[in-house]
């Protein structure tokens, strides 16, 4: 019995006194702010509705690794939008092959947005974000196709990862521009990961606007045939290009690190 009074005791914030209010003495008078315990416990709630993949949780800027200098470009501007946030409205646009650390910095923005600015995020995959859609389609579906976009509309901080990575159609292009341009009219910050990469000898706009994406087609897509042009255009309004590059992380070091 004694014991569980002891842990009782260990979880009452000694500061104030679990109220999440604390008085400061300001020349005269006391004045009330919010207890540090209070901040940490609405980050917590916070991490778990962001839909981290428990790969990725624990994803920070101390255990991003640097094998190259984009590397290394690409973790100093992730810092930065921390320190500018709320007041940046832009938002970054990871690209490089895989295995570099673009999804392991941004939900390293993530968490330290919603430890330390207590900002609203959630975590989408590109493709389960498709599915997800398409799965309120069915009769049996519980939940509707409002309940889906919800969040990644309300949220104040998006992040879509591996953009791209599922063969376009018209019906994804509209969706996907839809839900990214409903955050563009409201200010609201995204973050971006592709594995395919921008190129600056683009067709005509005029002849890849509605251009189809052909689904035969062979060898290294760019971003603009997963996404199209009219996709593609938007992003570069909201976002920093940050192009990250170097060798496969998880197949080199990963693999070697394994042992049988």
């Known amino acids: 019995m004694a014991r569980k009074f002891e842990l009782m005791a260990e979880i009452i914030c000694s500061a104030c006194q679990d109220t999440g209010w604390v008085l400061d003495d300001a020349q005269g008078h006391s004045l009330a702010r919010r207890c ?45 939008m921390i320190e500018n946030y709320p007041v940046q409205e832009i938002g970054l646009l990871f690209i490089g092959p895989p295995g570099v650390g673009k999804t392991h910095l941004a939900v390293a923005i993530l968490n330290e947005l919603m430890s330390r600015k207590n900002a609203g995020c959630v975590f989408y995959d590109f493709r389960d974000l498709i599915r997800d859609i398409q799965s309120t389609f069915t009769p049996d579906s519980v939940l509707s196709e409002s309940d889906i976009l919800a969040p990644v509309f309300e949220s104040q901080v998006l992040v879509l990862d591996e953009l791209g990575a599922k063969r376009s159609s018209s019906w994804v292009e509209e969706t996907i521009f839809y839900i990214i341009n409903h955050r563009y009219n409201q200010k609201k910050m995204t973050i971006f990961t592709s594995n395919f990469l921008d190129t600056s000898d683009e067709e005509d706009p005029r002849q890849t606007m509605f251009k189809k994406t052909d689904i035969n087609k062979k060898g290294d897509d760019s971003l603009v045939d997963r996404i199209g042009y009219r996709l593609r255009s938007r992003l570069y309004e909201m976002c920093k290009v940050v192009e990250i590059s170097g060798k496969d992380y998880r197949k080199i070091a990963k693999q070697a690190s394994y042992r049988f």
């Open 36 to 80: 540090s315990c209070f901040i940490a416990k609405q980050g917590r709630i916070l991490i778990a509705k962001a839909n981290i993949p428990k790969r990725y949780e624990r994803c920070t800027f101390a255990n991003f690794e640097i094998h190259d200098e984009t590397q290394r470009d690409a973790l100093k501007i992730s810092k930065k």
